[in-house]
Nanobody, 128 residues
Framework: QVQLVESGGGLVQPGGSLRLSCAVS????????IAWFRQAPGKEREGVSC????????YYVNPVKGRFTISKDNAKNTVYLQMNSLKPEDTAVYYC?????????????????????WGQGTQGTVSS
């Protein structure tokens, strides 16, 4: 049974950092791309970052480039999202997701329909 479980969310001041974790089970990170999405109140779900299974290539949405870093530890079956220099507009529920039968993120990685399994989400709030 495929499972993804996010953790690491919380409340942080602007300029602060959070490190999100996505622990996966029921499959290995060697075979599936994994992405982080986020959804703020009243907004659509947005792709934040993706990491490919075959070559660990990474992708980021423009607003987080240079501030967020995605990484993974195959031995621990865990994907991470290090978020630095956080801004109030980063406030959202953050989800990790398993790509549907894909090892590479590809150019259309930010489309939610390309991902078949999702975690329950973890809230990240940036506020003073």
């Amino acid at each position: 049974q495929v499972q993804l479980v996010e953790s690491g969310g919380g409340l942080v001041q602007p300029g602060g950092s959070l490190r999100l974790s996505c622990a996966v089970s029921g499959f290995t990170l060697n075979y599936y791309a994994i992405a982080w999405f986020r959804q703020a109140p009243g907004k659509e779900r947005e792709g934040v970052s993706c990491i490919s299974a075959n070559d660990d290539s990474t992708y980021y949405v423009n607003p987080v480039k240079g501030r967020f870093t995605i990484s993974k530890d195959n031995a621990k079956n865990t994907v991470y999202l290090q978020m630095n220099s956080l801004k109030p507009e980063d406030t959202a529920v953050y989800y990790c997701a398993q790509a549907t039968g894909l090892r590479r993120c590809g150019s259309s990685w930010a489309l939610a329909r390309r991902f078949s399994s999702w975690g329950q989400g973890t809230q990240g709030t940036v506020s003073s």
